[in-house]
């Protein structure tokens, strides 16, 4: 189907069906107005219907049967043969248009011929040369010396010609291609580029295959290959990934060169074959998996035969995750049952694994790594999981440290009900948690013999609350029996522990509206008071497998027990009593200002205290009636600044045992100082900064300059030790944004050990829409910057609207 148009005539057409258009919608209203009766019904004369006009793109049948449109100053030719049109020249087809000076359309075979300052945008992706042939049915012809863009990657360039090989592939000759903006009135030569003898665009599987391509920077080649592919999307494709160069003080010289296998949508693997000056080859590599009911990851690497080590080095990490509610022979368990199962496992061939190679582990705790089998059920009330726990302890003779007890295995069952109500009473809350675990070690490391723990605990509280108070009792019943591979020092080997605990919870809240600096709030005060009670056991002879002291903070020092675990059970019987006041948005409730301060007074001494590294009985008991003060505070008094301050104070010592102080400075996009101090009396005292910048804020320029010339950016963080006196890690460097391309520069030196550090320099080169060359420094500058900005944001995919013509 074919449609005309002279260009004034189409613009009086274009009139006249608006004022149809109104007069069909105000019709209604007319017949209603003279019939002078409004319960006469007047059926609308405009019917809105859906319209395929906006889809991105057609089915096969209706694009072949989508009609053309044609258009300009003169026209002449015949109904069903060949149509010329000259002067501003245009042929429109659903998603394709052909601009020209002169154009020539034959409706028999659907060929077109273009000459004159031609444009033809397919689908977003946009031509522009002298000359064009082309058949708009099958979307095949040629296109003579051509500048071209494209919308998925935002990708320019040029060619000798360009072959149309279908609606999404297309073949430039002689091509030069990049995703740098062209120069207006000037030659294009963009800051990077690919030139290649013939350079292939398939937009189905959404790659550029450059054939006799070398990658320029700045004028310069720094790649070649016969055979070069690029991704036009963020679809994964398989192949060979840029090379990473890394030069570390340890490894010296380490080359990558990675090759991703896309095998299947659900799964996929890369390999890491990685070239150490210092040490040789390490063959490593990651198999990844997906599925809706399960998902996971394989790492592992082997270096045959390390020069510095002189022995095999290897190491593995194995995550698994798996609902198992729908498998099959499961089902008859119900539909509200929730079955799961996790593994998680770590090892590594020797001691100095994470000390050679810091940034393979995946491990949050470097030198223990842990292997965990665990199987979890829950229905209702009803929960239950299973497992089994080893750690691997990767010593150091400088600074050991004792191993965690392996749990083999480990079974846990428990009981709760929530808002029950008893003796008439509604909100009663209770649990029963059973569980049973087999604790094993090296005891010539532990000091303790290996044994078994059972143990139940039952509790049960309810809160009451009105508004401006509430109080939550609640009690708790723990028993414990400890069967031991050895005899304890009375000779027994068999030992248990029963032990009730009370706490009553209380507090109080009071409102008012205040204005403070010109600014209004919604001020609070919130006294708390909290009780506990639990008696004295005699605990000195139970091993002590899993329990330590809790920090202490303003979670801590308002509940019954100040160890974590099971083995230790405090006899804590303390009031502890706080108060918090806090500023609130009057319209948000966003929280602007927050002072707390709390602190415990022991009403009788403690004395179950925690056991020595020994295994020995410990310290002495606690016989200081009133705790150290904990005073806390937290202003967000505008967006882009933020303070915390804590502070753990001694009334004995008359000092500070612990202090953190903290601020951010985050006034806009890739702007962020952060500064920190942190005291632990007696242990350590640290300076923290870091920062994300851009330099030119510093001596200034135009917004206009630095779009023009680029932006620099300065990178950075240091961690000083003042007892020690030196600078303990450090990240800093510097970011360039070239607008198509960006430069990252770091140094890294992080601390492994008391006397060692890990250093390295990272250098990057990112070509936008293309790929990344060198070795990349952005998981360091996120794990050390806080709110630290990628400076290519994730945007949604393009449209062919963002380039309509």
Known sequence: MLGFAHAPLARAVHSLCALLAAAALAAPHLARAQSGDEAIPVEPYLQLKPSSILLESLPAQQRSDAPSFVSGERMRGQTDGVTTVEGAAELRRHDMVIRADQLEFDQRSQEAHAKGQVLINRNGDRFEGPELQINVDSMQGRFTEPRFSLLQNGGLGDASRVDFLGQDKAVAYDARYSTCARTPGADWMPAWMVRASKLEIDNIEEVGIATGGVLEFQGVPILGAPYLSFPLTDKRKSGVLPPT??????????VTLPYYLNLAPHFDATLYPTVMSKRGLDLAGEFRYLQPQYNGQLRAAYMPNDSLRNADRWGYAVQHNQSLSNTPGLQWLGADVSTGLRLNLNRVSDDNYWRDFPRTSTSLTSRLLASDAVLNFARGPWSVNAGVYRWQTLQDVDAPIVPPYDRLPSVGLRYAQSNQTLAGTPGWDWSVTTDYTRFESDPALTGQTNGARALAMAEISRRWQQPGWYVKPRAQLHATQYNLDTALANGQRSVSRVLPSFSLDSGLLFERDAVFFGRSFRQTLEPRAFFTYTPFRDQSLLPNYDSAANDFNFASIYSENVFGGNDRISDTRALTVGVSSRLLQPDTGAEVV???????????????????????????????????LLLGASIHWDPRWAFEANVQYSPENHQSVRTTLSGRYQPGKYRVLSAAYRLQRGSSEQFDIAWQWPLADLWGGSKQERSTTGQWYSVGRINYSVPDRKVVDLVAGFEYDGGCWIGRTVIE????????????ILFQLEFNGFTRIGTSPLQSLRDNIPRYQYLREEINPPSRFQQYD
Request: no cysteine; proline share 4%.
């Open 245 to 254: 160069i890394n030069l570390d003080n340890v490894s010296g010289l380490e």
């Open 594 to 628: 927050r002072l707390s301060l709390a602190q415990r007074y022991l009403l009788r001494d403690q004395n179950v205290v925690l056991p020595n590294a020994t295994g020995l009985a410990g310290g002495d008991p606690v016989t200081e009636r009133l705790s150290d």
């Open 749 to 760: 030196r992080l601390q492994t050990s008391t006397t060692t550090a890990s250093q390295r």
